[in-house]
């Protein structure tokens, strides 16, 4: 039994800065490849135009989608009608000579952002995510340049894609984050240890997509043999589909009893994790997506709930969700590093100079927009060594404890100048904004570190 579509759809507020969107939104990418060849572009501007006038007003799609040819598609779907809907889409993704690449380099993100303005044929993108995080730039540098293009008037809102929760922190200090988008499910829920409780603390909202278990849930082991694409997911191996199909037999059963579809429980599960949550379910059937809707009238208890999360519990899905995931998570990045404290940097392969480098760009684009003296320019150049020996021995020795004097934390035959000393721990100290109000740049210690003396910014 199927729950029909006969209400109105309700509306939230995604995040705190001001974008309210429709409950549930529409994810636009298998209407141009992915899950199979692009489909036909009258029936999919016909789709997203019916979801429109059905109160789903939250279109999400992206560069690589496609590629291109489905930012076009949506960019055709809404004229005349742009003023019904918010448009979501993402850039940092590439493909160079055949390879994946992601990039957050300001050319790059002002470049891309420049061009799906012109492919969507909009005069400013409501939400612009980073798509994947580029580990090898500090996130500072690209949110310095998506907090630009906002300023300009070519972005209003801007989101993270599949970030973790430092990440996130760090990229929501330079601006403020609308909107995190991650893969949760039934049987993807990784994201609710750290990324959502810390979405919650900053009152960002959150995006789940594949809800549907890239169609798992709606179609079960029959997923398997019409969509040859999710093969290469570990979880459709054949390996592991096999025990993993129970978890479609067990959603099955219980839709039952509830009165709608396996696929709708599963949204209902998803849209039941809180008003600060829009999931994305995609389709390119009318059919499916009037079931989703159906969705929203799917009510479930809190013994609902655990039934349904029981079924699909880590001890019991077989294998991660992506080889990618897997990798990311085992993986140390620099930010892995600059978090790894009191470990010696032997053991560690910990290099001083990228992690001051790191250092140094967020504090530059930081400083984006003060006046700096020619002698404030040679006060940070002159630091640069007092810096490499700070960051070696919090290192070697760990963060020191509150109240320690500078020239005690260094070796004796360090330059230990206490206001030298001073001045490289907390990187420039003290930076004088236009009211004359204190500012401060920390080297990522904690609050409690002590070392500073007044809170962080």
Not at 2 to 19: A, D, V
Not at 122 to 127: F, G, P, Q, V
Not at 226 to 243: Q, S, T
Not at 342 to 369: C, K, M, P, Q, W
Request: charged share 20%.
């Amino acid at each position: 039994m199927e729950k029909t579509t006969s209400l109105s759809i309700p509306r939230i507020k995604l995040g705190s800065q001001g974008l309210e969107v429709s409950r549930l939104g529409l994810g636009c990418m298998s209407m141009s490849g992915n899950y199979g060849p692009p489909k036909p572009e009258p029936e999919m501007i016909k789709l997203i135009r019916h979801a429109i006038y059905t109160g789903v007003t939250f279109l999400d799609t992206s560069d690589v989608y496609g590629p291109l040819i489905n930012e076009i598609l949506i960019g055709k779907a809404i004229k005349g009608i742009r003023e019904k809907v918010h448009v979501a889409t993402k850039f940092g993704i590439r493909f160079e000579d055949g390879r994946r690449g992601i990039c957050g380099e300001p050319a790059y993100v002002r470049a891309c952002c420049e061009a799906s303005l012109k492919r969507l044929d909009i005069d400013c993108i409501d939400l612009y995510y980073v798509h994947r995080i580029d580990t090898q730039l500090p996130i500072e540098v690209t949110m310095g340049e998506l907090k630009k293009l906002v300023e300009e008037g070519k972005v209003k809102y801007i989101g993270l894609s599949e970030a973790c929760a430092s990440t996130i922190r760090r990229a929501h200090a330079i601006h403020p984050i609308t909107a995190v988008q991650m893969e949760w499910s039934l049987w993807t829920r990784d994201l609710e240890e750290e990324v959502v409780p810390t979405c919650r603390e900053l009152g960002i909202g959150i995006v789940p997509y594949s809800p549907l278990g890239r169609g798992f849930f709606s179609a079960g082991q029959t997923v398997f043999f019409a969509l040859k694409y999710i093969a290469k997911f570990p979880r459709f191996k054949p390996e592991n589909f096999e025990h993993n199909k129970q978890v479609f037999e067990k959603l099955n059963l219980m839709a039952a009893r509830k009165g709608c579809t396996p696929s709708q429980l599963a949204l209902a599960w998803i849209l039941h994790q809180g008003d600060d949550v829009c999931p994305i379910p995609g389709t390119t059937k009318t059919k499916n997506f009037n079931a989703n809707v159906g969705a929203l009238s799917v009510i479930l208890t809190a013994e609902d709930m655990k039934e349904l999360e029981s079924y699909a519990s880590g001890d019991v899905v077989r294998d991660v969700r992506t080889r990618s995931h897997e990798a990311r998570k085992s993986k140390p990045t620099l930010e892995d590093e600059a978090q790894t404290r009191g470990t010696n940097s032997s053991s560690t392969g910990f290099n001083a100079t990228l992690v001051l480098e790191d250092l140094l760009i967020r504090l530059l684009t930081y400083l984006d927009g003060f006046p700096l003296s020619a002698l404030g320019v040679s006060l940070v150049l002159s630091m640069v060594p007092q810096l490499v020996l700070v960051f070696s021995y919090v290192y070697d020795h760990g963060i020191p404890s509150p109240g320690v004097q500078p020239s005690s934390m260094v070796p004796l035959h360090v330059d230990s100048q206490p206001a030298k000393l001073t001045i490289s721990l907390i990187v420039l100290g003290t930076v004088m904004s236009s009211n004359d109000q204190k500012r401060f740049i920390c080297l990522g210690l904690p609050k409690s570190c002590g070392v500073m003396g007044e809170e962080c910014l």
